[in-house]
């Protein structure tokens, strides 16, 4: 079973400019979650997904970042403009529905930003 | 504000040797508590998680010890092996796994 891909997996812009990631999450995932890593720090949540509907996006910093999970399955993380600060590692997770439970990690999208 | 908290950030242990790393919350609405391992360049996947109902579980090398009153839990890696060399993060939750809050990981590194 092929488990959570994300795309592209390194990605080097120049601040000002718009970045975006994609994420694939497992099949029959009907919650899908974008994690934030900094170097040296653990995952901090960005945004949660239940099916299409985002249910608790109180951590994305909506001026710079948007987020949109389309028909319930792939999502696509956006960043716009992009600032030095944003360099990070972008993580999608998903799991089964309803009250959570393992989280499925994919292997990332590092953003270098200049 | 922190919520997990995670030590040490760093760990060498010897081959065979048990490597311990311990994590402390905050929240005493938590009611999950999961262990996640990351090797370099990957994703964290989940290792062994707890729920505050029982002190202890355990999972082959792996151990978590949980002390509900002193709202503290910990990883134990019996017989540590070099593929154990790691990034370790504790995490928490309310409602079982959703929004997660992850302690700031511990490197560890078995010398063999």
């Given at each position: 079973?092929?488990?959570?891909?994300q795309?592209p997996?390194?990605?080097?812009?120049?601040?000002?400019?718009?970045?975006?990631f994609?994420?694939?999450?497992?099949?029959?995932?009907?919650?899908?979650?974008?994690?934030?890593?900094?170097?040296?720090?653990?995952?901090?949540?960005?945004?949660?997904?239940?099916?299409?509907?985002?249910?608790?996006?109180?951590?994305?910093?909506?001026?710079?970042?948007?987020?949109?999970?389309?028909?319930?399955?792939?999502?696509?993380?956006?960043?716009?403009?992009?600032?030095?600060?944003?360099?990070?590692?972008y993580?999608?997770?998903?799991?089964?529905?309803?009250?959570?439970?393992?989280?499925?990690?994919?292997?990332g999208s590092?953003?270098?930003?200049? | 504000?922190?919520?997990?908290?995670?030590?040490?950030?760093?760990?060498?242990?010897?081959?065979?040797?048990?490597?311990?790393?311990?994590?402390?919350?905050?929240?005493?609405?938590?009611?999950?508590?999961?262990?996640?391992?990351?090797?370099?360049?990957?994703?964290?996947?989940?290792?062994?998680?707890?729920?505050?109902?029982?002190?202890?579980?355990?999972?082959?090398?792996?151990?978590?010890?949980?002390?509900?009153?002193?709202?503290?839990?910990?990883?134990?890696?019996?017989?540590?092996?070099?593929?154990?060399?790691?990034?370790?993060?504790?995490?928490?939750?309310?409602?079982?796994?959703?929004?997660?809050?992850?302690?700031?990981?511990?490197?560890?590194?078995?010398?063999?």
């Amino acid at each position: 079973e092929a488990g959570v891909v994300q795309s592209p997996r390194y990605k080097i812009i120049e601040k000002k400019q718009p970045v975006a990631f994609w994420c694939n999450p497992i099949s029959g995932h009907n919650t899908l979650y974008w994690y934030l890593q900094n170097l040296g720090q653990g995952p901090e949540l960005l945004i949660r997904y239940e099916n299409e509907e985002a249910v608790d996006d109180s951590q994305l910093p909506k001026d710079r970042f948007s987020a949109e999970r389309l028909k319930g399955v792939d999502s696509t993380l956006k960043i716009q403009p992009a600032e030095l600060g944003d360099s990070a590692v972008y993580l999608c997770a998903s799991s089964l529905g309803g009250a959570g439970g393992e989280l499925f990690f994919g292997e990332g999208s590092r953003l270098t930003v200049l | 504000q922190q919520q997990v908290k995670q030590s040490p950030q760093s760990l060498i242990v010897q081959k065979g040797g048990i490597s311990i790393i311990n994590c402390a919350y905050e929240n005493t609405a938590f009611d999950y508590f999961p262990w996640y391992q990351q090797f370099p360049g990957k994703g964290p996947a989940l290792l062994i998680a707890i729920r505050p109902d029982v002190s202890e579980k355990k999972e082959g090398r792996f151990t978590i010890s949980f002390n509900k009153s002193a709202k503290q839990f910990s990883l134990h890696i019996m017989d540590s092996q070099p593929g154990d060399s790691a990034t370790y993060f504790c995490a928490a939750s309310r409602e079982y796994g959703n929004k997660l809050v992850f302690g700031a990981g511990t490197i560890l590194r078995v010398k063999s």
